[in-house]
């Protein structure tokens, strides 16, 4: 990865873990310099990604990284709240500028309306598609009430680090599915098996099962 814009967290690849489907198209909104996109197309191959910012410096290096790891998308300068579009997508994935404070140097959001962020996410996917989402905990609670206006078969996974309670939130719904709800036993933040060997939290999930029985 190219480093020194701006360097993905491990927010990117607990993101990327968190998907368990195999899309065959791909929005990444507020890409970044392409880490989450990146991560899941490390693990699940032959996605069609289109990847959104608004920063053009932010997608220059987006480009270069994809290009470092033999990774191809189409790449879109826009703002998702005013994007105009048509397109929709299987997964649309976001790991939105959830924190508020001065605007960095780079030009990315900061600030922003993370319920307009969530509604015109949504709305960019198709039916029975997938959105998903990581958030700062305190911010959870708008997005989720977002959420249920559009999607059902709710997914809610906190993370943890040594804390009692979680600093980090997944959640994911599908478009036009039934009110269905799943909230997931938390992670520790620093897992190994999925920040060091790409594992997916679904195959965290079955090795857990294993050792219990």
């Known amino acids: 990865m190219r480093r020194g ?5 491990s ?26 996109a990146l991560c ?25 990284n994809f290009a470092l790891n033999n990774q191809t998308a189409e790449f879109v300068n826009t703002d998702i709240i005013t994007w105009r579009t048509g397109q929709t997508f299987d997964l649309v994935i976001t790991n939105p500028p959830y924190f508020n404070g001065t605007p960095a140097a780079h030009n990315a959001h900061h600030n ?15 039916p029975g598609g997938m959105f998903a989402i990581i958030v700062d905990t305190p911010k959870t609670a708008v997005i989720l009430a977002e959420m249920t206006r559009h999607c059902g078969n709710f997914r809610v996974l906190p993370l943890f680090s040594n804390k009692n309670v979680a600093e980090r939130v997944l959640l ?8 269905h709800t799943q909230i ?30």
Request: aromatic letters at 6%; proline letters at 5%.
């Open 112 to 126: 922003a309306d993370l319920v307009q962020w969530t509604r015109k996410c949504i709305a960019r996917v198709k």
């Open 184 to 213: 997931f036993r938390g992670i520790n933040m620093n897992n190994a098996q999925i920040l060091r060997h790409g594992k997916s939290i679904a195959d965290l999930f079955k090795a857990r099962q294993k050792k219990s029985r």
């Open 172 to 179: 994911s719904g599908r478009v036009g599915r039934a009110p």
């Open 40 to 64: 899941l197309m490390a693990r699940i191959p032959n996605i069609k990604m289109t990847a959104i910012d608004i920063s053009p410096d932010m997608l220059d290096a987006a480009r270069e």
């Open 11 to 36: 927010d990117a690849v607990w993101l990327a873990a968190f998907v368990d489907d195999t899309p065959k198209t791909v929005l990444d909104v507020g890409t970044g310099t392409g880490g989450v």
């Open 5 to 9: 814009i701006y360097n993905p967290t």
